[in-house]
C-alpha cells in the first residue's frame, strides 16, 4: 500500500517513515528537503479500503539535531545525503566499518585504512543524522573563507581556482557539495571544466568532510640534519674536486709545456743529424773531386816526364849542335815545370802519413758508435715520457681520473722524466755539434778524409791484423785487442740498456 503514495509524491518526498498507529489510524510521516510544493491543506487524508490513512509531510532539516538554520545547511545535508548513500552499499540505512574502508581504498584511492577509526570511533553503523552531527561538530565545519583557501593552495595544490573560491565565498559549511561531487555545483558556480582537477578536487574535499582537517607529518629533524649534512658534503666535494682539477690542469699544463720543449729538442737534434749527413755527402763529393785531381795531375805529370823522353831522344839524335841545344833547353823547362808541379802536390799531401789516416778514421768510427748508443737511450727516454704523458691525458677525460691523478705522484714522475729526456736530448745536441766541429778541424789539419772511410769493421781487421810489438804472436795480438774493441762497445750497450730499462716503468 505504501510504495503507489510514494510514487504519488516521488516529486515532493526524499524519505518516506510508517509511524506507528495514532488514534487506531496508520500515519504515514512524508520526509521533504524543502515546503515549496508541499500542500497547503496539510495534513492529507487518503482513504484506503481497510481505514484512513494519515500523510503527514515533514522537513528533513526540523528532523535533524541539530537542525538546519540556514540554505546552506540545507544543501550541505543533502550532500551527506549523497555521500552517505555511495558509502552504504547494501542501503540499509548506516555506514559499516567494512563499507568505510573499501570507500577509502576503492573510491578515494588510500590505503591509509586506519583513517575509518576517526570516522567510526565507537559507532559501529553510521546514519545520515549521526553523519550530520558529527559534521556539525567538526573543526572543517567552521573553516572560514581564508582557511579554505589556505587549503585549496597548501593540500589541494590548485591556486589556480582561488579566484573563483573567493567569488563564490566558498568557506567549510560549502565542502561537502564539493564532496559529493555535484556537477552543476562545481562546473556552473566553481567554473571548474578539467576533469582531473574536479577528481583531485573531489577526493580532497572528501578527506577532510568525512575525516577532519588534514594532518601534516610530523617534522622530521633527522630528516633536515641528514640533508644539510648532505648538501654541506657535496659542497664541499664539489669545492674539493674543483680546486683538485685546478692544480691537475695546472699541474699537466706545465707538463705540456715541458713535453712541447722536448719535441722541440727532437726537431732540432733530428735538424742536426740531417745537417750532419749533407756534410758528409759534401765532403764525400770533395775527396772524390780531390781524387779526380790527383789522377789528372798524375796523368799531367806522367805525359810531361813522357815528353821530357821524348825530347831527350830527340836531343841524342839532332845532327847539329844548335839543335841538340835547343832540345836540351825544352827538356829543362819541361823537367822544371814537373818539379814544380811534384813540390805543390807534395805540399798539398804532406805531413801525415797513411798509418795516421787509419788510426783516426778508426777512433772517429768508435766515437760514432758510442754517439749512437748514447742518442738511441735518449730516444728510448723520450718515448717512455711521451707514452707516459699520453696516459696522463687519457685520465684527465672524466672526474674521478683527474682526481685520481691530482692525488697520485704519476705527475711527478712523468716531470721527471720528461726533464732527463729533455736533458739527454740536450747532451746529444750538444755531443753531436762538439763532435762534427772537432773532426772538421781535425780533417781539415790533416789534409786527408776522416768521414769518408771503409767502415769501422774493415779499419779494425785492417789494423789489428799488423804485428805489434809484444811477445805474442800475431794471430794472438789480433785476436786479443779485437776483442777488447768489440767487448767494450757491448759493455756500453749492455750498460746503456740496463740504465734505460730501470728507469722505464714495470722495470
Known amino acids: 500500500m505504501l510504495d503507489p503514495i510514494c510514487a504519488l509524491f516521488r516529486g515532493l518526498c526524499k524519505e518516506t517513515r510508517l509511524l506507528t498507529s495514532y488514534s487506531g489510524h496508520c500515519v504515514l510521516l512524508l520526509v521533504t528537503q524543502s515546503f515549496e510544493n508541499v500542500p497547503r491543506h496539510f495534513p492529507l487524508v487518503v482513504w484506503t479500503k481497510s481505514s484512513p490513512l494519515f500523510l503527514v509531510f515533514a522537513d528533513l532539516c526540523m528532523m535533524v539535531s541539530p537542525p538546519c538554520v540556514s540554505e546552506a545547511d540545507r544543501y550541505s545535508l543533502e550532500a551527506l545525503r549523497s555521500i552517505h548513500q555511495m558509502m552504504d552499499d547494501d542501503h540499509d540505512g548506516g555506514i559499516e566499518v567494512e563499507e568505510s574502508v573499501e570507500f577509502i581504498i576503492e573510491d578515494m584511492k588510500e590505503q591509509q585504512t586506519n583513517k575509518h577509526s576517526h570516522l567510526h570511533r565507537e559507532d559501529q553503523h553510521i546514519t545520515v543524522e549521526e553523519l550530520w552531527r558529527g559534521w556539525k561538530s567538526s573543526e572543517v565545519h567552521n573553516w572560514t573563507q581564508d582557511a ?99 692544480v691537475s690542469k695546472i699541474h699537466i699544463s706545465k707538463m705540456m709545456k715541458d713535453l712541447d720543449s722536448l719535441q722541440r729538442a727532437e726537431l732540432s737534434l733530428q735538424e742536426l743529424q740531417e745537417q750532419l749527413e749533407r756534410a758528409q755527402e759534401e765532403k764525400r763529393n770533395v775527396a772524390e773531386e780531390k781524387h779526380h785531381l790527383e789522377e789528372k795531375m798524375r796523368d799531367e ?45 807534395m805540399q798539398l799531401s804532406c805531413s801525415a802519413s797513411e798509418g795516421l789516416q787509419l788510426w783516426l778514421q778508426l777512433t772517429h768510427e768508435v766515437e760514432v758508435q758510442y754517439y749512437s748508443v748514447k742518442r738511441q737511450s735518449a730516444e728510448l727516454q723520450l718515448a717512455s715520457a711521451k707514452e707516459e704523458a699520453e696516459k696522463i691525458k687519457k685520465k684527465r677525460s672524466s672526474l674521478l681520473g683527474t682526481l685520481h691523478v691530482a692525488h697520485s705522484s704519476s705527475l711527478d714522475q712523468v716531470d721527471h722524466k720528461i726533464l732527463e729526456a729533455k736533458n739527454a736530448l740536450s747532451d746529444v745536441t750538444a755531443c753531436l755539434r762538439e763532435r762534427l766541429h772537432r773532426w772538421q778541424q781535425v780533417e781539415r789539419l790533416c789534409g786527408f778524409p776522416i768521414f769518408r772511410n771503409a767502415g769501422l769493421a774493415h779499419l ?8 805489434v810489438p809484444v811477445p805474442v804472436s800475431r794471430g794472438q795480438a789480433s785476436y786479443s785487442c779485437q776483442s777488447s774493441l768489440h767487448g767494450s762497445m757491448e759493455d756500453l750497450m749492455e750498460d746503456s740498456s740496463a740504465s734505460i730499462m730501470s728507469q722505464m716503468p714495470g722495470w
Not at 578527506?207 to 633536515?224: A, E, I, S
Open 148 to 246: 579554505v583557501l589556505r587549503w585549496l593552495k597548501g593540500f589541494v595544490e590548485l591556486p589556480q581556482y582561488e579566484r573563483n573560491f573567493m567569488d563564490f565565498k566558498v568557506n567549510g559549511n560549502t565542502l561537502p557539495r564539493i564532496a559529493a561531487n555535484e556537477p552543476a555545483f562545481l562546473s556552473g558556480h566553481l567554473r571548474i571544466q578539467d576533469q582531473r582537477d574536479k577528481q583531485k578536487l573531489n577526493i580532497k574535499a572528501l578527506d577532510v568532510v568525512l575525516f577532519g582537517p588534514p594532518t601534516r607529518p610530523p617534522h622530521n629533524y633527522m630528516k633536515d640534519l641528514l640533508l644539510i649534512v648532505s648538501v654541506v658534503m657535496g659542497i664541499g666535494g664539489c669545492w674539493f674536486a674543483q680546486t683538485q682539477n685546478k
Open 301 to 345: 805529370i806522367m805525359g810531361a816526364q813522357q815528353e821530357a823522353h821524348r825530347l831527350h831522344r830527340l836531343r841524342q839524335g839532332a845532327v847539329t849542335e844548335l839543335s841538340r841545344l835547343r832540345y836540351a833547353e825544352e827538356e829543362l823547362e819541361q823537367v822544371r815545370g814537373a818539379l814544380k808541379q811534384a813540390e805543390k802536390d
Open 460 to 467: 779494425t781487421a785492417m789494423l789489428y791484423s799488423e804485428p
